[in-house]
Each structure stands twice: as C-alpha cells, then as structure tokens.
C-alpha cells in the first residue's frame, strides 16, 4: 500500500514563474491537507480538500495561490508569479474520512527553491 | 502568540538517556498528534491521542486534559532518534495546528 506521494521532490523556479505541486494520497483517502513550512520556521495549515471540494482555505495565501483536487487524479497546489518568499518545503498529508481525530498521513515534501 | 507550545526548543543528550519533550495548549482540543521530522525529511506520525498514554516500542506519549498537557518519551535514546519532534493539535476541525518543534540530538 504506496503512501502518500508528492511530486516534484524538488523545485526550482524563478521569481515570476509558475509552480504547481502534486500530492496523490494513500489509497483509500479522500481528505488532503497542504502544509507549508518556511525556512526555521513550523509547519503551517494552508487548504484541507475533499475530492472536488475545498473545505477550509484559511490559511491560504489570498492572492497567487489556489489548490484543487479533482474527481480523477491529483490534488494540485498552484502558485502563481512565485517571490523569493515562497520558498519553503510544502507538505501534503491524507486522511481517510471526515473526523478531526483521524491521524494524518503526510507525503515526503516539495521543496521549492524560487531564484 | 502560538496556540501550542513545546518544550524544550533544543536537547542534547547522551545515548541511553531518558527524554522527556513537553507540550502545552491553550484551548481544549480534540486530538493531540506527536510527529518527527529527520533533517531534510519527511515527516511521521508517532501517535494520536485524546486522552490517557500511548506506547509504541521505546516511544510513549501521555496527555492529561484538565492541566491542556502532554509529554513525549524516548526509554533509552539512540543516536537515530535524533529529529525534530512536533507536537500538532485539532481544535475541532481537521486542520493540524503545530508546535514549533523540539531539535533532538543523542550523541553516541
């Protein structure tokens, strides 16, 4: 049973640049989260998703960012003209159903390095 | 200020010791998560708990509700237990709310 998988591992982009992440989440799960952790810094809630469905986007950026998750495929976080500042290593983590106390299960990470 | 705190930020301890890594909330929560990250790493779900204590292998995790506390244990420390420990709470909803983490290195 593959986990949750996030892809690119790495990313280099350059200030104004698009980035787009993408996170499969283990079988079965319905339910993705996106984490972001700056450099020194904790990890952050951004969107929680269900399949065609953004739940919560509080901690979402209000402008260049978006996140989907389609019927069919992954679920993809965009970023749009990217800064400097955007760099950081972007986690997605599934669950299987809806209820808070479910554990989390978290992909390898996309670090994005923008220049 | 943050929601959740932990403590200590950094620990340095030799092989074999005890370890003890607290953390703390404001609110009541639904869920207390414990999660480790190794350098460069991804990260990994230890426990989840909303109440009582946890063991698996030499890790055991504890929360007491009333006093909004919980500790993190490691019996007899290896140097692969090093990582940042992260503590993350649900307040009601999905989403994690974290700690900013404990760095923990066990020297040989």
């Known amino acids: 049973n593959a986990g949750v998988m996030q892809n690119p591992r790495h990313l280099v982009r350059r200030r104004g640049q698009e980035a787009r992440l993408r996170c499969s989440p283990m079988k079965g799960h319905s339910h993705v989260y996106w984490y972001r952790q700056l450099p020194e810094e904790g990890l952050k809630f951004m969107v929680y998703?269900?399949?065609?469905?953004?739940?919560?986007e509080s901690g979402m950026p209000k402008e260049r960012f978006s996140a989907e998750f389609p019927k069919e495929g992954p679920s993809i976080l965009r970023i749009q003209q990217v800064v400097r500042g955007d760099s950081a290593a972007y986690f997605c983590?599934?669950?299987?159903?809806?209820?808070?106390?479910?554990?989390?299960?978290f992909g390898p990470g996309t670090r994005l390095t923008v220049l | 200020k943050n929601e959740v705190e932990q403590s200590p930020q950094n620990l340095t301890a030799q092989e074999g010791e005890f370890i003890t890594i607290n953390c703390s909330y404001s609110v009541g929560i639904s869920a207390l998560h414990w999660l480790q990250q190794h350098p460069g790493g991804g990260i990994v779900s230890l426990f989840m708990l909303s109440s009582g204590k946890k063991k698996h292998g030499r890790l055991i995790a504890t929360i007491n509700i009333q006093e909004k506390h919980s500790s993190l244990h490691i019996t007899a420390s290896h140097p692969r237990d090093s990582a940042v420990y992260i503590c993350a709470v649900t307040f009601g909803n999905e989403k994690l709310t974290f700690g900013t983490g404990t760095r923990l290195t066990i020297i040989p």
């Open positions: 983590a599934s669950s299987p159903r809806f209820r808070d106390a479910d554990t989390q299960y």
């Open positions: 998703l269900q399949k065609e469905n953004i739940i919560d």
